[in-house]
């Protein structure tokens, strides 16, 4: 569940203390599951105000999402990578 007016992530009810960029990055991802976005659109949404950084920091922010997701719940495998393409939030979780 994301609250977008207070930035607020929940997963099977817990919290889920993310930052900004995290939870751009992945509502940007759960607002149109089984879709792929590239790094460069995780970019473009987590970060959108011009910052530069590098494609591969997405690869980061994906790290530290599903680790903070899987301390509640060790399963959780809603983001899947596509390898050379991005990432996408897995519909059977939508």
């Known amino acids: 569940m994301l609250d977008f007016d207070r930035h607020l992530a929940r997963w099977k009810g817990a ?9 751009l990055i992945v509502a940007a991802l759960a607002r149109r599951p089984g879709h792929i976005k590239s790094r460069k ?26 680790a903070k997701f899987a301390e509640i719940d060790p399963a959780f495998a809603a983001i899947d990578t596509v390898h050379g393409l991005g990432y996408r939030y897995r519909e059977d979780f939508a």
């Open 15 to 23: 919290v889920v203390a993310l930052t900004v960029t995290e939870f």
């Open 41 to 66: 659109q995780l970019l473009e949404d987590g970060y959108p105000h011009d910052a530069y950084v590098s494609e591969r920091t997405v690869d980061s922010h994906i790290k530290r999402l599903r």
